[in-house]
């Protein structure tokens, strides 16, 4: 039966969203589909900029080492770099801009810039070799690329067709110098509507084949809200019992901007909810403990390893870390025992988790505190009021609680497609609007979801995701390799990390660390197996004629990865 708290959850949720009220729900058409929607939402993505900065004015909103600005500084530094992209590198209405950089004040004003420009923001993986990077950005059309320095590199010669212009992190006046228009420039910003392309951020499936999923100005608009309308429902509960927080919300931005975890989740929802970022351009777990003690971050979220090693760190108690009181987890599961030593280690904090993907714009379930420690291997309920969860048949019906199917997802937040790929669209989106998920599940009598398995052919290792097919074929690219097979194996720290199994060609020697280097000149280090075995006869294969990955992963499930 539902918890006392999920009643008084529910509850409140019902104060929010009756009319009049700041979550105030209407039915808006998408095509011929109804969807329910936040009916104070702002049309676009630069009115909510415009809208938030204006309210939070002076208070601080990105903390980036010495580099300090306000979100009225944000807005009007974002604001000059827009109308720069229009009157210095002809940004028109609706091109594709990519940005491929690591974490910092610039790249959020870029990003803030390129829609305010009337542009679709396209977030080019940081972590992807120069060829991966060249391949993103001839997919998705890309005219203007803006790298730092790092990633500029790696698109030296990979034949690169985008207009590359690269900027330094750091100040802004000088970092964007070659983007930034001159304060008192008059060049008119265009006016967006919710149908207006926003973004496209990048996804790997079972095809082993990139995709570019892209969302209207709408759609992320409100995976935005639903984010805030849960934020603003715990606050709520939490005000009731007396412990709703007095100062300002700081989060730690921990992972990449590219991935939609940081992106809708911690980003955009921060516009909305006036929270300060205090952002780091590489993970390290002491770094992130001094940053929180310092800057008196109340909001940590990551993939499951790093809120992990926050709490079982050595040095912990050398830091004052009582001002955190969310550690959230997002991107990948987090294994059961974490939440148990999470609360324990620190007992001052609560964990939280939520689950979304990239075509949903994060949107999907949350759990949260007590309700988390009480079903930690659940992802909790949909996030009311916009998400329709539903577990799916193989018939593609809708099953009963307590059985286990296909978890798709129905909002106005999914995303609109797969750039140029219409088949890829017709497989994940349904004609009723539901988005399948490719990961199994089943709900409870209570509506929470648990995860059993994934039906798509991938790997989540640390909040990556990886296809197997991809890292597949760049083993089939060595001149020696006969048959190959990559799959996923536990691992405490990631979750999982990739391994591969091959086997050579009539008369051919392979040599293991040969083989990763090989790999690792054509994909990013994250995709590159941990250990690569080698078979003496072909490997094993079910009646379809299909590599019986299964069985190749129950062999070596408990031969170690070797990796740390």
């Known amino acids: 039966m539902a918890s006392e708290i999920d009643k008084q959850f529910g509850a409140i949720m019902d104060q929010l969203t009756a009319p009049g009220g700041p979550l105030e729900c209407e039915t808006v058409m998408r095509g011929r589909l109804a969807y329910p929607a936040f009916k104070l939402a702002p049309p676009s993505l630069p009115a909510m900029f415009a809208a938030t900065c204006a309210q939070h004015g002076a208070a601080t909103f990105l903390v980036d080492g010495e580099v300090r600005l306000s979100f009225a500084e944000t807005h009007a530094l974002a604001a000059r770099a827009a109308a720069g992209l229009i009157a210095r590198h002809g940004v028109a209405p609706g091109e594709r801009v990519g940005i491929a950089a690591r974490n910092s004040a610039n790249w959020i004003i870029l990003y803030m810039a390129v829609l305010m420009a009337g542009g679709c923001v396209t977030l080019l993986n940081g972590w992807w070799t120069g060829g991966e990077l060249a391949d993103g950005i001839a997919l998705t059309g890309c005219e203007l690329v803006l790298a730092d320095e790092q990633r500029a590199g790696r698109l030296t010669g990979q034949g690169c067709a985008a207009a590359l212009v690269v900027f330094e992190h750091g100040d802004p006046e000088a970092g964007l110098g070659a983007i930034l228009a001159d304060p008192g420039d008059q060049t008119a910003l265009p006016t967006l509507t919710g149908d207006d392309l926003a973004t496209i ?338 490997l094993p294969r079910l009646g379809t004629e299909k590599v019986d990955k299964r069985a190749l992963k129950a062999r070596y499930a408990n031969a170690g990865t070797g990796a740390t």
């Open 201 to 538: 951020l990048f996804t790997s499936g079972s095809t082993g084949a990139c995709k570019g999923a892209w969302s209207n100005h709408r759609s992320v608009v409100h995976g935005a809200m639903s984010y805030a309308a849960q934020t603003l429902m715990l606050l709520s509960w939490l005000t009731a019992k007396g412990e709703a927080p007095t100062s300002q919300p700081i989060a730690l931005v921990s992972i990449p901007l590219f991935h939609i975890t940081a992106e809708v989740p911690l980003f955009l929802q921060s516009f909305l909810i006036g929270r300060a970022l205090v952002l780091m351009p590489k993970w390290d777990a002491r770094e992130a403990m001094r940053l929180i003690e310092q800057e008196r971050v109340t909001y940590f979220v990551g993939v499951p390893l790093m809120s992990y090693e926050i709490a079982t760190h050595p040095d912990r108690h050398t830091f004052d870390l009582r001002t955190c009181v969310s550690f959230v987890a997002g991107g990948a599961p987090r294994p059961v025992e974490h939440v148990a030593r999470i609360r324990e280690n620190l007992p001052h904090a609560f964990p939280m988790l939520g689950y979304g993907l990239t075509e949903t714009n994060a949107v999907g379930c949350g759990n949260f505190n007590e309700n988390y420690l009480a079903k930690p291997s659940s992802t909790g309920p949909a996030s009311r009021p916009i998400v329709d969860l539903a577990i799916l048949g193989d018939d593609g019906n809708k099953l009963a609680p307590g059985q286990t199917g296909e978890i798709a997802f129905r909002s106005i937040a999914n995303f609109s497609g797969y750039w140029d790929n219409p088949a890829a669209t017709a497989e994940a989106l349904r004609d009723d609007g539901y988005f399948l998920t490719g990961d199994l599940g089943y709900t409870d009598e209570d509506g929470y979801l648990f995860i059993v398995d994934r039906k798509k052919d991938i790997i989540i290792r640390g909040g990556e995701n990886i296809s197997c097919i991809e890292v597949e074929q760049a083993l089939y690219a060595h001149p020696d390799v006969a048959e190959a097979s990559v799959f996923g194996l536990a691992h405490e720290r990631y979750g999982e990390v990739p391994v591969a199994v091959v086997f050579a060609k009539s008369g051919r020697a392979l040599d293991a660390e040969a083989l990763r280097a090989f790999v690792g000149q054509q994909l990013a280090p994250f995709k590159v197996p941990v250990r690569i075995w080698h078979e003496t006869e072909p």
